[in-house]
T-cell receptor, first 113, second 113 residues
């Protein structure tokens, strides 16, 4: 069974630009969550989607948004990039919302110059 | 990832010894706790979970202990192996649905030959 796939793996942007990251969950998983990982702040929850609806949102500004498609694939978008948005963005899927067993992808490493 | 937790607390153990990784959680109302392992360049990987109605749970070579009185969680790894070298995170959730996981800062486990 294929794991969680994130694209692109690496990208470099400049301040003010926007970026879209993509996540394909494990087949059959309907919940997709996004996390930001930085050395200073650690792993921080961004949002979770289930059946195309955002179910939970972390403490991030409105520049961070996401969506989920009918095939459970998800995208997250960051607009008006800031230097502090440089991070590893991790996507995780799970079969149902009642389990803590998240399956993470390898992440998309974003560098903002 | 490779830049996770540049200044994380580090635990060094001899191969074959037992490891104990500790975690203090913040929310006394948290109901659900999970341990994750993150190897360099990879996303976190689920190890074991425990709900607040339990104080101990065992898996393969791992045991999680929960002390709600002092808000403390620990992960014990028996007969530590080189493949156990990684950063270990505890995570807490305020409910049994596993919403809004809050991850701890992590502990780097280094297994010495």
């Amino acid at each position: 069974k294929a794991g969680v796939t994130q694209t692109p793996r690496y990208l470099i942007k400049t301040r003010g630009q926007q970026v879209t990251l993509s996540c394909s969950p494990i087949s059959g998983h309907r919940s997709v969550s996004w996390y930001q990982q930085t050395p200073g702040q650690g792993l921080q929850f961004l949002f979770e989607y289930f059946s195309e609806t955002q179910r939970n949102k972390g403490n991030f500004p409105g520049r961070f948004s996401g969506r989920q498609f009918s095939n459970s694939r998800s995208e997250m978008n960051v607009s008006t990039l800031e230097l502090g948005d440089s991070a590893l963005y991790l996507c995780a899927s799970r079969y149902q919302r009642g389990t803590g067993e998240l399956f993470f992808g390898e992440g998309s490493r974003l560098t903002v110059l | 990832g490779e830049s996770v937790g540049l200044h994380l607390p580090t635990l060094s153990v001899q191969e074959g010894d037992n490891s104990i990784i500790n975690c203090a959680y913040s929310n006394s109302a948290s109901d659900y706790f999970i341990w994750y392992k993150q190897e360099s360049g990879k996303g976190p990987q689920f190890i074991i979970d425990i709900r607040s109605n339990m104080d101990k749970r065992q898996g393969q070579r791992v045991t999680v202990l929960l002390n709600k009185t002092v808000k403390h969680l620990s992960l014990q790894i028996a007969a530590t192996q080189p493949g156990d070298s990684a950063v270990y995170f505890c995570a807490e959730s305020p409910d049994n649905y596993g919403q809004n996981f809050v991850f701890g800062p992590g502990t780097r486990l280094s297994v010495l030959p």
